[in-house]
């Protein structure tokens, strides 16, 4: 991780109250896990997320709620 949470955090809501986000007002927090394996930069994740949580109307749900994703059947639903 490159920016300070406070910043990105600043960032993300700004993009989200312009609208310039794929589906407006929505967007997709993707994390690595190696990216957070330092202590310190999974403490600047949690910060950041807490932040956006702390957000008035910021909800924090799964990929199946994105505009557009369908419902994927899982895999162990399929007979191969």
């Known amino acids: 991780p490159v920016q300070i949470p406070d910043t990105l955090a600043a960032r993300t809501m700004q993009l989200l109250r312009e609208g310039k986000t794929r589906a407006p007002r929505h967007l997709v927090l993707l994390t690595h896990d190696r990216m957070f394996a330092n202590p310190e930069d999974a403490a600047s994740l949690q910060r950041y997320i807490q932040l956006l949580k702390a957000e ?4 924090f749900e799964t990929i199946d709620h994105y505009p557009g994703v369908s419902k994927v059947t899982p895999a162990s639903a399929h007979p191969f």
């Open 56 to 59: 008035p109307g910021m909800v």
